[in-house]
């Protein structure tokens, strides 16, 4: 268990340089939506057939709550930024 531990520790390290570079990434993203569409979920209740168009919806607040500093999760967070474009 406590080599799992240091591995966690190793690989949480050596992504923080990555995870600050997405997070400047996806901070600059958002200030290109100025009027703040992808910011939050589409209500499927202001939208009924939103999910019937778009099979995977995503936005900059879900991307956010979503994902910690991992590196799987880093992957993933870039992965989930196309969805929204």
């Not at 009924?48 to 607040?61: E, G, S």
Request: aromatic share 14%.
């Amino acid at each position: 268990m406590s080599s799992l531990r240091n591995l966690e520790k190793i690989v949480n390290i050596s992504c923080e340089p990555l995870y600050q570079i997405l997070s400047r990434n996806l901070e600059t993203i958002q200030k290109l939506d100025k009027k703040q569409i992808f910011t939050y979920p589409v209500s499927v209740i202001d939208v009924p057939d939103y999910l019937d168009v778009i099979q995977k919806p995503m936005d900059f607040l879900t991307i956010g709550q979503k994902y910690d500093f991992s590196f799987f999760f880093l992957k993933k967070k870039k992965f989930l930024i196309h969805l929204i474009f």
